[in-house]
């Protein structure tokens, strides 16, 4: 399952050594088996990757295309009527 990870990554301009790091990798390459959507996440990491790049575990997974959670309530309460 793809998902927007690399995306974040690179506008992070963070290598794949550095989000290595972050997620306590000692190499790149379960980096790329995640960003290709080889390697599933486990919750601990999702949330790892969203406080990393500030966005929703939901836009990681590209379950929503709102990459900011602010975003998606001011969308939501539209939807709903509210100013």
């Not at 301009?13 to 290709?36: N, P, Q, W």
């Not at 990393?52 to 575990?57: D, Q």
């Amino acid at each position: 399952m793809r998902n927007n990870i690399s995306i974040e990554r690179i506008r992070a301009d963070m290598t794949r050594e550095e989000l290595a790091e972050k997620l306590g990798y000692r190499g790149t390459s379960s980096v790329r088996r995640i960003e290709a959507g080889e390697q599933p996440l486990t919750d601990v990491q999702l949330v790892t990757l969203a406080g990393i790049f500030g966005c929703t575990i939901d836009y990681l997974l590209r379950i929503s295309d709102y990459r900011n959670p602010f975003v998606l309530t001011v969308v939501e309460k539209q939807r709903r009527g509210h100013p």
